[in-house]
Each structure stands twice: as structure tokens, then as C-alpha cells.
């Protein structure tokens, strides 16, 4: 393999022209094909065959929904005012009464709609639920109880919900400028005697992910390029060529849009994440070594100094992106769509990175010719005075200098035990946005469950008719005493009773524990009513398909680990002919995970240190991603590492001294790789979304732990302490 990378490494050098155009036309075909066929990124999180939506499926079944097409799109109106105060107040009234009337002249509202105030929206709700459950004998209390579960006003009437519906253009979409200047209105209104926020399907297309985070990301890493190389030309190849490679991923993703509904709208920001930090770090690690070929011989044709850089330092580049491929791609065997659509859209990055490196890279470095390094420093860009003092410390003290550093990470990851994930919903989105305030608004005036209640689908089909009644409202009476139940109530049936759904409030957000050991009673209780009855229920709605999407997750962490372990010590004692090298790598790989995992649940979760306003459980799927993302990332360093050592040893020094040696010539520009994937995650903290702000600082913490305490302090020691058990020559 080397040989023929040597050979792709001269050729392209020399003929720099032909990939150049290549990848330009890649580029445009595929971005043509995207703005023909892509369509809308999915915002869905779906796992198929999960209980509640086995569930849910018989409930469409039995009650068809009505077609999207057919229906306008609603946006719902949150007003609240303060305590003891109420919505009918003259004052208030007015305000209100004047929000609904710009509401209704509004441009982007649906022509002829009458919204209905909260008060008036109540009593007709009552009346017809009166009048509809009074048929089936039900009393008084329980009809009132009813009324008061799915009313548009608060038990206080100092909060209330308006409904608006909203036109849509040819496209069967609302404009966005009209969309946006309806919230500009009704933000108009808000002021702390008069909270106003709105939520619902209308205002789903007003979130957009800012790009600002990528931009703070490149500027950091040009400047790591520029004092690592001390030229401007030298460093805006690593980034020309990362960028190239997420421009093509970007329009493979919009493309894939078109055959795949699963494509998340997180995968685009996800790849430019991945892209940017291995795209610029497998150029830099080329890039680095090509100069230090030309700095060994400086007479030597420089299309020959890129084919040794190719087949040496592009070897590593080949082995490190499969160990991140094969991370990613694992985890598809778990057959979650949206899953599988993240991990293709990162694994499609890497490979391009991988590819543009090994061809774009030097075929930008044959276009500049000697304008790219015109003359040799004398100080090496692979010298490094702290790397020689660091390694002559770690083969001096290796046990000294190891323990502690193991004891800090295995403390770092303490509080990794209490760790507890949730899925997104409104309630844990970005203070101050107009989700999280509807559902804070929504919650202080409805109670914790009204944001996210439950639904029960009941079957009643093997129950004889004249008892089905009976049979149902008595399985509703036993399902609201129930801990953690507040309130049972049927929504719907059909006219034979066959099918009955009970909407269920509980006492709990959805991301709260107890909403998961409520919806695990009524399950229980679910499964007791089908053994002794013909009557059987099923649990759905939005909390239930997250819990059920979260255990899921949960349930494949360790087998996916087990996975990519078993895979990686495959791959890397394939490469390395040892299995030494591989099993302290993964060992390295666990101590790093663990610290990470541990830090950013004590920050994120936990809050602790006060440096998150807004601590939350992690997402369902951060652990999942994050180990296969640093996991691939952690066996970057380790290849470029060891490889260098195991060249030098291979050339016939002992193994203290390859350690030694390899250590000095890899030092400098690990670190600077590193810090360049730390700046680019790091950047992430500034985004909205609150699953990416928080995957961003787990991969900064993962690469700073792994790349300077595992691989470049507890790694070469343990090299140091087995000697020339390290290396084999087979």
C-alpha cells in the first residue's frame, strides 16, 4: 500500500491539474443535483417498532388522521398575567382583545377565522363536553375534571391559549416573512404584566441553525495553522481542503433528502463538525510531514518529497479514517433511522476528508510549487524543546508520572455514574426562546403535565358491545389512581365503543423521572387488564415515544462499545502487528471516555460550578454519538503517534529510542492538531441547539483528555515501562 500511495503522491504533485478539476467538477455535479431533488430536512426522532409507536399506529388506524395537505397550519398563543390578576380584568381584557384583533387582520392569519379569548374558548369547550358525557351517565365532578384538563384557560383564568390559523402558499407553506412579522407582532405585545409567547406546527419553520459557530471555529484554526507553519499559504491548504469536503458533503446530504425522509435536520450541522476537525487535521498531518521531508533534503524533487509524505504520514490518514468509519458506521447495525442518517452523513465527510487529502492536498501543493516552503528553517517544524524535556521525563518516571494522571481522569469521571438522558423537547430549549417560554409560561399556569400529556388507546373490540362502556370507564377509573396520575379523561371513540383514547395528565415534565415510572405503571397495570379481561390499552403520545426512544439508546450503548472496540483492536493490530498497541489504545480510549462523560455531566446535568444557567438531562443520543465520534478520534492520535514511533523502531532502533524519537517528531503537530479540533468543538458552546452546545464541549474535553493525558502521557510511558514488547517485526 505504501508503494502505491508513494506513486498517487508524485502524481498528483506533478499533475496537480487533474484532481484539481476533478474535485471541481464532483462538487458542481453534486451541488446541481441537490437544488434539483432535495427536499425539507426531517425533524423527526423516530426508532420503528417501539411500543408507543405500535401503539400509536392502531390509533391511526382506528381513527384516521386527517391529511396534512388538508389542514392549515396552527399556531397557538401562550398570554399570562401576573398572579391574582385575571385575563378578564378590564385592562387585561382590552390588551387581549386587542392582540386577537391584529392577530385576525394579520396577513400571514387565515382569512375569515374568528380566534376565540381563553374565556370565551372555555365555556364553549364546557358545553359541549357536557353535553357529550352527560350521554354516557358520567358525573358531574368527573365531567368538570374533564373540562378542566384540556381547557384553553388556567383553574386562576390568569393564563389562557388563543388558536390562529395560518395560510399557506402554492407550496402548502406558510411565507417566512409573513411568519416572522406575526411573531414580531405578538412579541410586541409581551411586556411583565402581559407575557405573550407562541408555540405549535405554524412556528416550527422560524428555527434555523446559525452557522456562526463553523465561522468562529475556522477563524481559531487558521490561527493554529499560521503560527504552526508561519504561512498564510501553508495554512489555508488544510483549510481549503476541509472546506472542500464539507461543501461536497452538504450537497450529498440536501441530495440524500431525496431518497431517504430519515435525513435529520442535525446531520448537516454534525458533518460540518466532523469535517471541520478531521478534514483540517489529516492535511496538516500530510502537510507536516511533506515539509519535514523537504527540510531532511532540500535537493531532493519535491514531487519525491510528497510521495514519501503520501505513503508515510497519508498511510496513517488511511488507517486513522477507518478507525472513524468504522465508528460511525457501527452504529447503523442499531437500525434507528435518524441515527443511521447522522452516521452516513459524518462517515461520508471523513472519507472525503481522507480523499482530499490524499489528492486535493498535494495537488494544491504542486499549484503553489516552491512558493510553499521557499527555503528550509533551521528549526525544524518537528523540533520542540518541551517535547524532548516531556519524553525524557516520561521514560526517566514513567510509573510516577502515570498513576496520577490515571487517578485525575478516573476522578473526572465520577459523576459520570449519575448520568440521565432525555429527548428535546420544548421544555428544555434554549432560555429565552419562544419554545421554552411558551412551555415555562404553559407549565407555571396548567401544571407540569399539560405540556406533554399521555395518551391511551383502548380496545375494546372482544368485549361485547352492551359492556364495553362499563368495561371502559371502569379500566379509566383504575388508570387515574395510579401514582403519578392526575387526570383520566376520554378524547375520542369510535360510535361502536370499540376503540376509546383517554388523554392522561400526569404530574411530571416529559423529561422528568417520574413521567418514565408513570408511563412503566400504566404499562404494567396495561398488561395485568389484558390477562384478566378481553379489554387491552397501549400507551402513546410524545413523552412515551421518547422514553421508549431513550431506553432504546440506552439498551444499545454497551453492545455498540463492545463493538467498536472488538472492530478497532482488529484494525489496529492488523496495522500494527501487535496486540500491545491496540489494547492499551482502547484501554486509553475507555479512561478519556469516562472523564469525559463524567466532567460533562457534572457541568451540563448537574450544573455544577454555575457555568450552565439551564442544567438538563443530555440528550438521548449524545453518549451513543460521542463514543463513536472520540472513539475515532482517539485512535487519530494513537496511529499518528505510535506509527512514528514504530517507523523509527522498524529502521533499527531500539524501542526506548524509537519511543523517544517518534515521541519528538509527532509532538508538535499532535498538539497543534489537537488544539485545532479543540478550538473547532469548542466553538460549538456558542450554537442554539442545545444537543450541539453540548456535544461541542464533550468533544473538546474527549480531545484535550485524549490527545495530551492518554496519548501523549499515559501511552508512551506504559511504551516505556514494556520496552520491546512493544513492536513486533512480523
Not at 305 to 314: E, L, N, P, V, Y
Not at 342 to 349: C, K, V
Not at 371 to 395: D, I, T, Y
Not at 541 to 563: K, Q
Request: aromatic fraction near 8%; hydrophobic fraction near 50%.
Amino acid at each position: 500500500m505504501s508503494g502505491l500511495l508513494f506513486s498517487l503522491g508524485q502524481a498528483v504533485y506533478r499533475r496537480w491539474w487533474i484532481p484539481l478539476l476533478t474535485w471541481v467538477l464532483v462538487f458542481a455535479g453534486a451541488a446541481a443535483l441537490a437544488a434539483a431533488y432535495s427536499t425539507p430536512l426531517s425533524r423527526e426522532f423516530s426508532i420503528p417498532d417501539l411500543p408507543s409507536l405500535t401503539t400509536r399506529a392502531l390509533m391511526d388506524e382506528r381513527f384516521p388522521p386527517v391529511p396534512q395537505g388538508e389542514m392549515l397550519p396552527v399556531g397557538k398563543v401562550v398570554v399570562q398575567v401576573p398572579e391574582g390578576e385575571t385575563l378578564s380584568d378590564p385592562d387585561n381584557y382590552a390588551m387581549l382583545q386587542e392582540l386577537i384583533s391584529k392577530l385576525e387582520e394579520h396577513p400571514a392569519a387565515a382569512p375569515d377565522q374568528d380566534i376565540k379569548d381563553p374565556m370565551e374558548a372555555h365555556k364553549e369547550l364546557r358545553e359541549r363536553i357536557y353535553r357529550e358525557e352527560s350521554e354516557f351517565d358520567f358525573p358531574t365532578s368527573v365531567i368538570e375534571g374533564d373540562v378542566r384538563a384540556v381547557s384553553p384557560l388556567n383553574a386562576t383564568q390568569d393564563t389562557g391559549i388563543l388558536e390562529v390559523q395560518f395560510r399557506v402558499d402554492e407550496g402548502g407553506r406558510v411565507p417566512l416573512e409573513e411568519l416572522n412579522s406575526a411573531a414580531k407582532l405578538i412579541n410586541d405585545f409581551n411586556n411583565p404584566d402581559f407575557q405573550v409567547s407562541y408555540f405549535g406546527q405554524a412556528f416550527t419553520g422560524m428555527d434555523k441553525l446559525s452557522m456562526g459557530a463553523e465561522l468562529l471555529g475556522l477563524l481559531v484554526a487558521l490561527l493554529v495553522l499560521m503560527l504552526t507553519f508561519g504561512s498564510l499559504v501553508a495554512a489555508g491548504m488544510p483549510i481549503v481542503s476541509a472546506l472542500s469536503g464539507i461543501a461536497i458533503s452538504m450537497a450529498g446530504i440536501l441530495l440524500s433528502t431525496h431518497f431517504s425522509d430519515a435525513v435529520n435536520f442535525l446531520a448537516p450541522t454534525f458533518a460540518v463538525m466532523i469535517g471541520l476537525a478531521v478534514g483540517i487535521d489529516y492535511s496538516l498531518f500530510i502537510l507536516a510531514r511533506f515539509r519535514n521531508e523537504i527540510e531532511k533534503n532540500p535537493d531532493r524533487p519535491r514531487a519525491e518529497s510528497m510521495g514519501i509524505a503520501i505513503s508515510t504520514a497519508g498511510h496513517s490518514v488511511c488507517f486513522a479514517g477507518l478507525t472513524v468509519i468504522i465508528a460511525l458506521v457501527s452504529l447503523t447495525i442499531f437500525h434507528i433511522p435518524f441515527l443511521t442518517a447522522l452516521a452516513h452523513a459524518a462517515a461520508g465527510t471523513v472519507t472525503l476528508a481522507v480523499l482530499l487529502a490524499l489528492t486535493l492536498l498535494p495537488a494544491l501543493a504542486g499549484l503553489t510549487g516552491k512558493r510553499l516552503f521557499p527555503r528550509p528553517r533551521k528549526k525544524s517544524l518537528q523540533s520542540s524543546s518541551f517535547a524532548r524535556w516531556w519524553v525524557k521525563m516520561l521514560k526517566l518516571h514513567p510509573a510516577v508520572i502515570l498513576v496520577p494522571t490515571v487517578i485525575f481522569l478516573v476522578l473526572c469521571a465520577a459523576p459520570a455514574k449519575d448520568l440521565q438522558v432525555a429527548m428535546p423537547t420544548d421544555s428544555s430549549a434554549p432560555l429565552g426562546s419562544h419554545t421554552r417560554t411558551s412551555a415555562d409560561l404553559i407549565e407555571s399556569g396548567f401544571g407540569p403535565g399539560r405540556n406533554y400529556p399521555l395518551a391511551a388507546v383502548v380496545d375494546a373490540a372482544q368485549v361485547s358491545e352492551g359492556d364495553r362502556k362499563k368495561v371502559i370507564f371502569k379500566a379509566a377509573q383504575e388508570m387515574s389512581k395510579i401514582e403519578g396520575v392526575s387526570h383520566v379523561q376520554p378524547i375520542r371513540a369510535t360510535d361502536s365503543l370499540d376503540t376509546v383514547e383517554l388523554l392522561i395528565t400526569t404530574d411530571y415534565t416529559a423529561t422528568d423521572k417520574g413521567a418514565a415510572q408513570t408511563v412503566a405503571r400504566l404499562r404494567e397495570h396495561a398488561a395485568g387488564v389484558e390477562a384478566s379481561t378481553s379489554l387491552s390499552y397501549g400507551i402513546t403520545g410524545m413523552t412515551p415515544v421518547f422514553i421508549d426512544l431513550s431506553n432504546r439508546l440506552t439498551d444499545a450503548l454497551l453492545p455498540y462499545i463492545a463493538l467498536v472496540l472488538v472492530l478497532a483492536i482488529i484494525v489496529l493490530a492488523a496495522v500494527f502487528r501487535t496486540l500491545w498497541v491496540p489494547i492499551i489504545a482502547t484501554a486509553g480510549f475507555v479512561l478519556s471516555i469516562g472523564a469525559t462523560f463524567g466532567v460533562t455531566v457534572a457541568l451540563f446535568q448537574q450544573g455544577k460550578f454555575g457555568l450552565v444557567d439551564d442544567p438538563q438531562p443530555l440528550v438521548s443520543f449524545l453518549p451513543i454519538i460521542l463514543i463513536g465520534l472520540v472513539f475515532g478520534l482517539a485512535m487519530d492520535y494513537h496511529v499518528f503517534l505510535v506509527s512514528r514511533m514504530r517507523e523509527a523502531w522498524l529502521n533499527g532502533k531500539s524501542a526506548s529510542d524509537a519511543i523517544n524519537s517518534g515521541f519528538q517528531h509527532s509532538a508538535r503537530v499532535v498538539s497543534a492538531a489537537a488544539l485545532i479540533m479543540i478550538a473547532v468543538f469548542a466553538s460549538f458552546l456558542v450554537h442554539d441547539a442545545v444537543f450541539i452546545k453540548t456535544l461541542g464541549f464533550a468533544l473538546a474535553t474527549a480531545v484535550f483528555f485524549d490527545a495530551f493525558l492518554v496519548r501523549m502521557t499515559i501511552i508512551p510511558a506504559i511504551l516505556f515501562m514494556l520496552g520491546e514488547r512493544s513492536f513486533s517485526r512480523k
